[in-house]
């Protein structure tokens, strides 16, 4: 089933029977049927939904997400929380027991840059840079395996990320409309170029697909064994969506940005502001003296669709032996981490592709 995206402004859900129409004004924009959707997601301030589509979208389990028209994450609204108590309980414990963590995320890192190797390959076109740089993945793959610590695990993964997004850098055409995309090295706080600003969305859109199986799968999104686990930070989810930065979120901003379905035009630069506490009012941000970088227009909706596109994709998945879209790899995997964290499998094993 489809994620509804609304994101034109004064654009609002309403129900009607066992459909959501969606309006702007008096407009009738869409009409869909309740059950054709498994998630709404809103995108800036001048979209809402109203009281009676709220309730009959949370009662079914259909969750509500909340984005800035940037593309920011700001929450997620669902109906009754998962019961799964004992899981929870155990996923606590097992977090604390640092080998057991260790070795899990050691998997998760492993897998991630074996996919990263994959992208690369399939988007080098035999360059002579890539041969060396395949090279040095692998390597990088196999000392993931061997990381003696939490710690050690994230200096190779940020290590091996920094010569990765230089490789990406060189798989990127120039913008059709002439210029550049000024796509140095990743910088997502805030996203300096077209580039960055498209990979944040990507990933921004691929979290709240992890955060959503997590708790459908009844673990907390929350704790996980490679993220650092702090306040408001969903580590689970974040270490979920390692192993699926590359083939998803990497491989749809290639994707666009080569065929090419975006360019320069189709992206805004404005002043960054932010907030030193999140509980403060709109009018207390404060301007930090940065510029911040979004996608804008149809060229947005556009990314959606080709985001949506490949989640749905159909992919070979070896603990089935059959294939599934990669959205319910998502819940798959995570479902195969709660196997692991209630002890019922030995290890965690990553989702790669070929």
């Known amino acids: 089933m489809p994620t509804l995206y609304i994101t034109e402004p004064g654009s609002q859900v309403h ?30 301030r001048g979209v809402s939904v109203t009281t009676a589509a709220l309730h009959a979208l949370t009662r079914r389990g259909i969750g509500i997400v909340y984005l800035t028209g940037t593309g920011g994450y700001v929450s997620r609204m669902t109906g009754p929380e998962h019961k799964h108590s004992r899981l929870r309980f155990q996923q606590a414990q097992w977090v604390s027991r640092r080998e057991i963590a260790l070795e899990t995320a050691r998997s998760i890192v492993h897998g991630k840059i074996l996919n990263q190797r994959t992208l690369v390959q399939r988007h080098a076109k035999q360059g002579r840079w890539a041969k060396r740089a395949l090279v040095g993945m692998g390597t990088m793959a196999e000392r993931a395996k061997n990381a003696r610590s939490v710690e050690e695990l994230r200096g190779l993964e940020g290590q091996g990320a920094k010569e990765y ?13 002439g210029g ?6 990743r910088a997502y706080y805030p996203p300096p170029d077209p580039v960055n600003a ?19 799968a009844g673990l907390d999104p929350y704790l996980g064994c490679l993220h650092e686990i702090d306040y408001g930070r969903p580590s689970m989810a974040l ?34 502001k932010k907030k030193v506490d999140a509980r403060e009012m709109p009018e207390d941000i404060l301007d930090t003296g940065k510029r911040s970088v979004f996608l804008t227009g149809e060229a947005k909706k556009d990314f959606l669709a080709a985001f949506e596109h490949r989640v749905n994709e159909l992919v070979y998945y070896p603990g089935s032996g059959e294939k599934r879209k990669y959205r319910d790899v998502f819940q798959l995997q995570v479902y195969q981490m709660t196997r692991v964290i209630m002890g019922e499998e030995k290890r965690y094993t990553p989702f790669v592709v070929r």
């Open 15 to 44: 129900k009607s029977n066992n459909r959501l129409i969606i309006k702007n004004g008096k407009e009738i924009l869409e009409a869909i049927p309740i059950t054709k959707i498994d998630q709404v997601v809103l995108m800036g």
């Open 180 to 185: 550049s995309w000024r796509f140095e090295r």
């Open 165 to 177: 997004f230089g490789l990406l850098r060189q798989m990127l055409r120039p913008p059709e409309d």
């Open 239 to 272: 270490d979920l969506i390692e192993e699926f930065r590359p083939i998803i979120a990497d491989s749809i901003v290639l994707f666009v940005v080569n065929r090419p379905m975006v360019r320069l035009s189709d992206f805004k630069e404005v002043p960054f």
């Open 198 to 216: 498209l990979l944040s969305f990507a990933y921004t859109l691929l979290l709240r697909d992890l955060v959503t199986a997590c708790e459908l």
